[in-house]
């Protein structure tokens, strides 16, 4: 996608309200690899991405910065948790795992793409196969009708949705399920394994009409798409386009006092290490080079700092960016500003019961001040106090609603509204019922 950085951090600021530093170091680093990909194949090579250690207290937007990222340009994207790997040797997750799990979400990417690609062909070969199925068991209602008219009729009931629930008999492929074969690795199916060797078994089961037109639609856009080709471009989209978020990358630094822990934690940031200088990792779709991928580390390095890192490891970071706290004018923009706000989720969802929620500019400046008095005086959980304060404040119009057929009704929240609900909240501070 050809956005200039400016556009990008635009784009962005559409969610994440704040954190322009964060903003426009992604944005560079994604606008970088447009320019590394318009350059010659030998200059482009020498071109690695400059990865990103993100510093910020927990809720800030250091995650939704780089997975909206990844979402604006499809790139493959994964969230790991440095906590979560082991040195080798260990029982535990090995690193490798993060690169495995990126394979995996490009493969899906790109298969989902391939099959919107053949959806309509999928889609009508998949109706002729519940036709057939529904024939069978209509085919007393057929009586002197042609069969082509006979067809057609069923076809455009189908489509009406008036054989939903009808049940019929269809031949399916019987999937195994997949085994995992090595601890904490992913799992593969044996049928992956050895591709076409085997012929995929077939038996017949019986399915709603509903269940059975999405298997056999699944099936049918399996046989119309390449699956080899699909591995290769997953493959690449993963090497050039892929974006690895290591959350809690300061729980695995060192505080200098070198005891047992910190050497183990220092074994895992030099599993890490290879990963992110460029290596080849091996996957079930095949062999991935992690030298163009784009890391993103991240922590809230209240107790470690950077430089507690092994310096090998800091060297491979060398943008380094801090997010702020959020102030009480960061959460009215969250509430008002940002593209399907908190406000306007919770309305839609008791729109669902006829009731119309109306929030002044009052209550929204009060629920601000609730939640940063919260995050000031207990645990700092940044932007997610917010669902804290919200599930509390309408507690009791999420409880007594629907059910019946009820007139729609009009809830202004003001900030008396928000003052007698959030009682309890901000004066007991009774927040054991939301830990987060």
Known sequence: MDLSPKQIVNKLDKYIIGQDDAKRAVAIALRNRYRRAQLPAEIREEITPKNIIMKGPTGVGKTEIARRLAKLVKAPFVK????????????????????????????????AEKEEEVKAKATAQAERRIVRALAEV????????????????????????????VIIEMEVVDNPQPMELVPGGAAISIGSIFGDMFQAKKKKRRFSVKEAFDIALAEES?????????????????????????????????????????????????????????????????????????FIAAGAFHVAAVEDLIPELQGR????????????????????????SLTFQYGKLLSVDNILLQFDQGAIERIAEVSVDLNATSEDIGARRLHTVMEYLLEDISFNAGGGDYPTFTLNIDSR????????LTGDRNLKKYVL
């Not at 906590?83 to 493969?107: F, H, Q």
């Not at 057609?152 to 008036?162: E, I, S």
């Not at 997953?234 to 300061?250: K, L, M, S, W």
């Not at 960016?321 to 593209?339: A, H, N, P, Y």
């Open 222 to 294: 399996d046989k119309l798409v390449d699956e080899d080709a699909i591995k290769a471009e997953a493959v690449y989209r993963a090497e050039n386009d892929g974006i690895v978020f290591i959350d809690e990358i300061d729980k695995i630094a060192g505080k200098g006092n070198r005891s047992g822990a910190d050497v183990s934690r220092e074994g895992v940031q030099r599993d890490i290490l290879p990963i992110v200088e460029g290596s080849t990792v091996v996957t079930k779709y095949g062999p991935i080079k992690t030298d163009f991928i784009l």
């Open 317 to 340: 970071f060398p943008v380094s960016v801090e997010l702020k706290s959020l102030t009480k004018e960061d959460f009215v923009r969250i509430l008002t500003e940002t593209e399907n």
């Open 417 to 424: 509204y928000v003052d007698e609900h959030l009682k309890k």
């Open 80 to 111: 790991v948790e440095a906590t979560k790997y082991t040195e080798v040797g260990y029982v535990g997750k090995d690193v490798e795992g993060m690169i495995r799990d990126l394979a995996e979400c490009a493969y899906r990417l790109v298969k």
């Open 138 to 165: 209509k085919k007393d209602e057929k009586g002197d009708t042609a069969k082509e008219v006979f067809e057609a009729n069923l076809l455009d009931g189908l489509r009406k949705g008036l054989y939903d629930n």
